[in-house]
T-cell receptor, first 110, second 114 residues
Framework: GIQVEQSPPDLILQEGANSTLRCNFS?????LQWFHQNPWGQLINLFY???GTKQNGRLSATTVATERYSLLYISSSQTTDSGVYFC????????????FGKGITLSVRP | GAVVSQHPSWVICKSGTSVKIECRSL??????MFWYRQFPKQSLMLMAT?????????EQGVEKDKFLINHASLTLSTLTVTSAHPEDSSFYIC??????????FGSGTRLTVV
């Protein structure tokens, strides 16, 4: 099956710093998502981005499908950004199942 | 909108007993529900995909008779861990697709088998 690799595995930032999280995938995909899991386990959908660039406030994401990677940018990080960021890929379609990467644990310190 | 309510949030059970986890879609109809298991500091592993009114599709290596999934209505899917053992202790999460590229997740159930 498709492999999803995320880097770095862990990241520690000072509040206000910027960061880039990377996701590489082994095959072409029609569905790529970024999720944030908070310390209590709740997952939130951040971006649906099979290609191109999107921005939502301090977060933005870029996927270069031809080169099989996606980047999540966090600017002016806040302590509430702490948690685990997952990249997940899958097929096109509303009910396609996802394959998750191992996640990137982000700790933002005040 | 598009909320999935998952219960219980946590449960402790004795070895050999069964535990049922419920996921309800509160304001939409979930024809498909995904069930994941997550061990501490690890990724989400898809266990099975349940479709309303039909049998669930299990991922390779997941025991169908141990993890019973029922999706009897468009708003309720359940996962029953039968004859639980300590190695079944994990964080179980359900998820539904609400549109192309949009997924909503339950808040998870932390199962501890003693």
């Amino acid at each position: 099956g498709i492999q999803v690799e995320q880097s770095p595995p862990d990241l520690i930032l000072q509040e206000g710093a910027n960061s880039t999280l990377r996701c590489n995938f082994s095959d072409s995909v029609n569905n790529l998502q970024w999720f944030h899991q908070n310390p209590w386990g709740q997952l939130i959908n951040l971006f649906y981005i099979p290609s191109g660039t999107k921005q939502n406030g301090r977060l933005s994401a870029t996927t270069v499908a031809t080169e099989r990677y996606s980047l999540l940018y966090i600017s002016s990080s806040q302590t509430t950004d702490s948690g685990v960021y997952f990249c997940a890929v899958g097929e096109a379609g509303a009910n396609s199942k996802l394959t998750f990467g191992k996640g990137i644990t982000l700790s933002v310190r005040p | 909108g598009a909320v999935v309510s998952q219960h219980p949030s946590w449960v402790i059970c004795k070895s050999g007993t069964s535990v049922k986890i419920e996921c309800r879609s509160l304001d939409f109809q979930a024809t498909t529900m995904f069930w994941y298991r997550q061990f501490p500091k690890q990724s989400l592993m898809l266990m099975a995909t349940s479709n309303e009114g039909s049998k669930a599709t299990y991922e390779q290596g997941v025991e169908k008779d141990k993890f019973l999934i029922n999706h009897a209505s468009l708003t309720l899917s359940t996962l029953t861990v039968t004859s639980a053992h300590p190695e079944d202790s994990s964080f179980y999460i359900c998820s539904a697709s609400i549109r192309v590229g949009g997924y909503t997740f339950g808040s998870g159930t932390r199962l501890t088998v003693v």
